[in-house]
């Protein structure tokens, strides 16, 4: 395996930025799981934790997005970038944005007094929760992604060679990009904020990036086991087209309880019931894609990218469905059970595609044959197992704080405090657990392909 353009190399440096944000994320996720235990430990609270682990996630996330991008762009197009100046600059600018937001954050985390208004808008953190980003970060990272979609753009119409897989990768990108928009908007009404907030959130995780899962998956089938494109197209679009016709009207299921009309009961019940359909497409593609053909030389890039797709089912699907209609939504509303979901959904979803891109590109990148896969299966089982655990850990405190809170009328500290204590304890368990995931990932990155072939053939 090696790279057919040179410029495809500069997905390693989005992909090593974000991996290193992935440990950032996940450490400060068990400092959060501490605190539940224990509400005084560490100098940043719970406030600053929280918003530290949940934006460090989503920009890991979108910086895992454009490396693979380049990657698949440059490939599909059968050309070199348009620019790779271009390109590194892009990529330095994001470095210094988002290291700036995150020492912003720190700072007022220490001085909340620093987050000043300057000409109408907060210096340090604007507030809405998962894009916290201050107005300055926003329109730098607007200008970022404007200049990193105008070099894929241009990338192609280079050669004009337009392939599905492309069209629909930056087609949902472009559709990402314009939702960060409504952002940025301001109202003095909260229930207008919310309506336009969850635009970005929900558009996005069950919109836009779905749809860039659907092309990546495609485009992964297709080079590891040689699947005809035709084939794998034609299934991307069927997903593509299902993943809008729910997930679109499916924003639905946050408009329950904010203020907005109670037709959004019935539109957001119906339509994000159906959204598991297309994730469910997606598993079976996989699986059936997989099973006609058997030559397979990167094991472990299948085996990751056939992960995604059953947990982005599993953790966004059912986690999603057991909580979406109104009639169950009302009791479950903003408890644990709503953070268990979000965790499997992030999880299958989002972090098992970036890493199955890794996997997937990295050795080509790397110019490798073979490598030693043993530390990239270790690394799935303990990330998998105690995501599972955490999981099923909170969807227990979730469903005592439903019965003890909403049913019986207890007390939201009581019951977090006392009821939920030993749920809390396990979750941090599995939290370190997890974070020996993320230790043995982050060492196979910084050495896949990199170790003498003596210690590769004993694997
Ligand atoms: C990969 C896709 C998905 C991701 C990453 C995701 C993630 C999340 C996250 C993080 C939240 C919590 C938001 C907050 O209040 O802070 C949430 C809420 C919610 N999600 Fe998802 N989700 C996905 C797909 C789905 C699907 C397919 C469904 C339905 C079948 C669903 C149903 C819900 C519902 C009903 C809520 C609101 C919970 C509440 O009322 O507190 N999600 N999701
Ligand atoms: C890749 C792995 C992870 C992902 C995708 C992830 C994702 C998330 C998300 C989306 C939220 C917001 C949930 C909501 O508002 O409902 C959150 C909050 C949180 N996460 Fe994680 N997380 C991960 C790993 C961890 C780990 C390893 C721990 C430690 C045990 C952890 C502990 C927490 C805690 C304590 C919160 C706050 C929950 C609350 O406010 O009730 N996370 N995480
Ligand atoms: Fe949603």
């Known amino acids: 395996m090696t790279i057919k353009h040179e410029s495809q190399k500069i997905a390693q440096n989005f992909y090593t930025f974000a991996v290193l944000l992935f440990l950032v994320q ?48 440059s490939e599909e197009s059968e050309t070199e970038l348009w620019s790779l100046p271009l390109a590194k600059f892009q990529f330095w600018a994001t470095v210094v944005t988002i290291t700036a937001v995150v020492l912003g954050y720190i700072i007022m985390g220490l001085y909340p007094q620093a987050n000043i208004l300057v000409s109408g808008t907060q210096l340090l953190n604007e507030g809405r929760e998962y894009i916290e980003a201050p107005r300055w970060a926003d329109i730098l990272i607007v200008v970022s992604v404007l200049l990193f979609l105008l070099n894929c753009s241009m990338t192609v119409f280079k050669t004009k060679k337009w392939t599905g897989i492309q069209g629909v990768l930056l087609g949902g990108l472009v559709f990402l990009a314009l939702m960060y928009l409504p952002g940025m908007f301001y109202t003095k009404s909260m229930v207008k904020d919310q309506f336009w907030w969850w635009w970005v959130v929900h558009l996005w995780v069950e919109g836009a990036w779905e749809i860039i899962a659907g092309a990546l998956l495609a485009f992964m089938l297709m080079k590891l086991i040689g699947a005809k494109r035709e084939v794998v197209e034609k299934w991307m679009y069927i997903e593509v087209g299902l993943v809008m016709f729910t997930g679109i009207l499916g924003t639905g299921h946050h408009y329950y309880w904010i203020g907005t009309p109670s037709y959004w009961l019935w539109v957001g019940g119906i339509f994000s019931s159906l959204e598991p359909l297309p994730l469910l497409v997606m598993v079976w593609d996989a699986f059936r894609t997989t099973r006609e053909h058997r030559q397979v030389t990167n094991k472990v890039g299948l085996f990751y990218a056939v992960a995604h797709a059953i947990f982005n089912f599993v953790g966004a699907g059912l986690w999603g ?132 072939a003596r210690l590769k053939s004993a694997a």
């Not at 450490?27 to 682990?53: D, E, K, M």
């Open 26 to 73: 996940v450490v400060v996720g068990i400092i959060a799981a501490v605190q539940f235990i224990w509400p005084g430990f560490f100098i940043l609270n719970f406030n600053t934790i929280r918003t530290l682990h949940i934006n460090a996630l989503v920009v890991w996330l979108l910086v895992g997005f454009m490396g693979a991008t380049y990657y698949v762009v």
């Open 321 to 452: 469905i057991i909580h979406t209609l109104p009639q169950v939504n009302k009791w479950t509303h903003g408890t644990q059970i709503t953070t268990a979901h979000g965790h499997l959904a992030f999880y299958g979803a989002y972090v098992l595609l970036v890493m199955a891109m890794i996997y997937v590109t990295l050795p080509a990148i790397r110019g490798v044959k073979e490598f030693n896969s043993s530390r990239a299966y270790q690394s799935f089982w303990w990330l998998t197992i105690s995501m599972v655990f955490i999981v099923l850990t909170i969807t227990g405190a979730g469903m005592v704080q439903t019965y003890m809170e909403r049913l019986m009328g207890l007390d939201y500290v009581a019951v977090k405090a006392n009821y939920n204590l030993w749920f809390w304890i396990l979750r941090a368990i599995f939290g370190v657990g997890f974070l020996v995931g993320v230790g043995i990932f982050v060492v196979d990155y910084f050495k896949l392909g990199k170790e003498p």
